[in-house]
């Protein structure tokens, strides 16, 4: 073993001459040379969140494993990336067996596992670091390669689905130092046009969350309209009731059908949240332990021919509140047996991703596993404005 700390640069480099499918590799050389790892693997979640896919890097002249996939639920895994602690222990044949979460900015993209025959604090922390490291360099890769897309696949995906899936951020989770959001979307058997979506600028963190009319191909492609109109207008620069009218007229112009939503505008330095409601479900709102509906005026769906207009209103966010979005498939027929409130409630000390997580299995259970609507909920913890230098008198 020649140890010495990583070379973030050298490390980086290397990646970014490898191949974009190869980034395990290139971080399993480097433990490999640095610290005389054994074997090292990338164990990348599923797209439902259920199932973990092995990705092993092999040393060289060895031959490549077949992918393995391993029930997430109770596993160790579950354990360290509910917990995004580094978990050791012997690997029964006297050396250590090292699982390290790669997350970036609060998105669990799977966990690095390493056999090391020697292993103190020092090691450890080399290993978090290359774990760190290689997030942001999957993070990036994946924007040239289909291999994760393709490994997180351990069912069949419709068309519909497909679509569907392309229209979510690339990251269901996020943390700042204002906010901690998360998201999840348990699809429907036959797709029914749910989508979320999030993007944070210097000072306004955009939300939306969204369902489509319909089913399967159908709905999905309503989908697209809606969302292409949504982000297009905030990248335009527009605010939540010009965003609203942008879906509006586009889904009008192209007689695609109607659309619920709800777009909400959060101001970072103050917590004032500016929402627009299109025939969505009122969200609700979990402070001082008490979950209480935020009700608000709720204005006609995207796409209905009428006069009337958008409205603009407002929430004033406090520090420690928990903020629930989401579509009537987490209400509606066998879902309606959750008792969401409780659930929220049961479920406050818990990272937002984790909750998501207890929110959406708690409906697919009551639904016997088989959803007839898209079930979508976000999570919102609003920590609140932080506090600027001051200058130095």
Not at 234 to 256: M, P, V
Not at 311 to 331: A, C, F, K, S
Not at 378 to 389: A, E, R, T, Y
């Amino acid at each position: 073993m020649e140890g010495g700390d990583l070379e973030l640069g050298e490390l980086l480099a290397a990646a970014e001459a490898a191949p974009p499918g190869e980034s395990v590799y290139v971080v399993a050389r480097d433990l490999r040379k640095r610290l005389g790892a054994e074997r090292v693997s990338f164990l990348f979640v599923d797209l439902i969140g259920e199932r973990l896919v092995r990705l092993t890097a092999e040393a060289e002249g060895d031959t490549p494993a077949r992918a393995q996939r391993i029930e997430l639920q109770g596993s160790v895994y579950d354990k360290v990336l509910r917990s995004q602690r580094q978990y050791a222990e012997p690997d029964g044949q006297g050396g250590r067996r090292v699982i390290t979460p790669v997350t970036n900015r609060g998105d669990c993209i799977g966990v690095l596992e390493v056999t090391l025959q020697y292993a103190d604090d020092t090691v450890l922390g080399q290993v978090a670091e290359a774990a760190h490291a290689l997030a942001y360099i999957i993070v990036t890769d994946r924007r040239f390669t289909d291999l994760y897309h393709l490994g997180r696949r351990t069912t069949k995906t419709s068309l519909a689905a497909e679509i569907q899936h392309q229209l979510l951020p690339s990251a269901p989770c996020c943390e700042a130092p204002q906010f901690t959001l998360a998201a999840g979307l348990v699809p429907a058997d036959d797709i029914g046009g749910d989508t979320y979506d999030y993007t944070l600028d210097r000072d306004m963190l955009h939300l939306s969350i969204t369902d489509a009319m319909g089913h399967d191909t159908n709905s999905a492609l309503l989908a697209t309209l809606l969302v292409g109109a949504l982000r297009g207008a905030r990248r335009s620069g527009c605010d939540a009731l010009a965003q609203a009218h942008s879906a509006h007229e586009a889904l009008l112009t192209h007689s695609r059908g109607l659309a619920t939503g709800q777009l909400l505008c959060v101001e970072l330095e103050t917590g004032i949240c500016e929402l627009v409601n299109a025939g969505h479900p009122w969200p609700l709102l979990l402070r001082d332990g008490t979950v209480e509906e935020v009700r608000l005026a709720v204005n006609l769906p995207f796409g209905v021919a009428a006069p009337t207009s958008f409205r603009v209103q407002e929430l004033r966010l406090r520090p420690g509140d928990r903020l629930i979005l989401l579509t009537d498939g987490m209400q509606e027929r066998g879902a309606g047996a959750v008792d969401l409130a409780a659930l929220i409630r049961d479920t406050r000390a818990a990272h937002p991703r984790d909750a998501v997580r207890a929110l959406t299995t708690a409906v697919l259970d009551a639904c016997h596993g088989n959803l007839k609507d898209d079930a979508t909920v976000m999570v919102l913890d609003w920590h609140g404005p932080q506090q600027k230098d001051q200058p130095e008198p």
